[in-house]
């Protein structure tokens, strides 16, 4: 299984439009060879260089295996139709979707995009952190990947 993205490379720069700099939306991915026994993905997205430790950007899952490509400008909101349902949590900044990075002047930040494939949909309420899916999710990953993305102001 493998994430990536058509507008930045692994270990690349995210293009200022997915950051608080831009449009602050998110970029779109492709998601190649996910496993048959896989019964749903979830998406991670966050920050380890952040001053006060790790940021998060973005957290989403039950989202369908048959998506290999999530678009650019996932809607912020609890639930994603155009994703058949898929659920968001809540990010570092306390708001339910996805925010872009916006790190303070410095060196490059690492925005690590981390792709889980799961045994099985998660039952867990829309606006939930990061904490709580991760806690969630283990014993049901199935395979993951992760692509990073590099952002400096």
Not at 48 to 71: E, M
Request: hydrophobic fraction near 30%.
């Amino acid at each position: 299984m493998q994430i990536s993205s058509p507008v930045f490379d692994d270990r690349g720069n995210i293009p200022p439009k997915y950051t608080c700099d831009g449009e602050d939306i998110s970029p779109p991915l492709k998601i190649s060879n996910i496993p048959t026994e896989a019964k749903s993905l979830a998406i991670v997205v966050d920050d380890p260089d952040a001053p006060g430790g790790i940021f998060d950007h973005w957290t989403i899952w039950n989202i369908s295996t048959k998506f290999t490509k999530i678009p650019e400008n996932i809607p912020e909101g609890d639930k994603v139709d155009s994703l058949n349902g898929a659920i968001q949590g809540k990010n570092g900044f306390g708001e339910i979707g996805y925010r872009g990075p916006c790190p303070p002047p410095g060196p490059d930040h690492k925005y690590r995009f981390k792709l889980y494939a799961l045994k099985d949909k998660i039952d867990l309420n829309p606006g939930v952190l990061k904490k709580d899916l991760e806690r969630k999710i283990k014993g049901l990953v199935v395979k993951k990947d992760q692509i990073t993305g590099l952002y400096d102001r």
